[in-house]
């Protein structure tokens, strides 16, 4: 198997012929350096993945037969659901990509309070595509065959509305807070966790998250970046309750 992993939003099947186009064929050409007849494993985000041959390449093409069909499951038995408060640039972007190798299964972007960016339909709708291409490069790296769930930007308010009799075990990172994360000893298979943004949360939202079955936790006596805290959280749950347990 081709240590090489693309994703493609085209639908994979055995024998069929899959077109890489603009700079996903120039990463393939350029980056990669790969040739005709060289072998790569493609996925679709869908569960499996599939060896495939390079049959032509130009510098703005890639053309490759796919070969069969492969059932390699590595997603995390723990479900979790990372609510994201919004940070700038490259923050962000780590976010998203730590939470993806760490195995999140939905991530949904959430404007707070404090957050310092604001964001409009249009850009929001472009910020959602560019950080769903950060997740599905995360999984090319570290081997997921499904990608996670990058929701539409929402603010925590309307977010909490919409989901207020949601059942299920509900986490927010709070400095001060007296629970710890190795409190939560009850076993669990399913949780949402909320991080905030660069500058937390107000005491309204806390109130809210409270109101809403969000549990506080503490994380040490440290404060932590908001895109360090939402990778030091999963990491932890995972060891608790999930496949680095």
């Not at 081709?2 to 186009?21: I, N, Q």
């Not at 972007?93 to 993806?100: E, I, L, P």
């Not at 997740?135 to 308010?157: D, M, Y």
């Not at 998250?209 to 895109?227: D, K, S, W």
Request: net charge negative; charged share 25%.
């Amino acid at each position: 198997m081709s240590d090489t992993r693309l994703y493609t939003d085209a639908l994979l099947a055995p024998g069929e012929a899959v077109a890489l186009h603009d700079d996903r064929a120039r990463y393939v050409s350029r980056v990669l350096r790969l040739r005709p007849d060289d072998v790569v494993t493609l996925f679709d985000g869908r569960g499996a993945e599939y060896p495939a041959r390079i049959t032509a390449l130009s510098k703005d093409r890639v053309l490759l037969t796919v070969d069969e069909r492969r059932e390699v499951d590595r997603e995390s038995l723990l479900r979790i659901h990372l609510l994201q408060g919004i940070s700038r640039g490259e923050r962000m972007d780590f976010a998203v990509q730590k939470a993806t190798e760490l195995g999140v299964a939905r991530m949904t972007p959430v404007l707070t309070e404090y957050s310092v960016v604001k964001l409009k339909e249009k850009r929001a709708q472009k910020k959602t595509q560019h950080w769903q291409a950060i997740a599905a490069s995360a999984c090319e790296q570290c081997g997921r065959n499904v990608l996670p769930v990058v929701e539409q930007p929402i603010t925590l308010r309307n977010w909490m509305g919409e989901h207020h009799t949601d059942k299920g075990k509900r986490i927010v990172l709070q400095p001060g807070a007296n629970t710890a994360v190795s409190d939560l000893c009850e076993p669990v298979d399913e949780i949402t966790v909320l991080v905030g943004p660069e500058g937390g949360f107000s005491d309204t939202e806390y109130e809210l998250a409270a109101a809403c079955h969000f549990q506080a936790v503490g994380f040490g006596p440290r404060i932590l970046r908001t895109e360090t805290a939402a990778a030091a959280i999963l990491t932890a749950l995972q060891t608790l309750y999930g496949d680095l347990a």
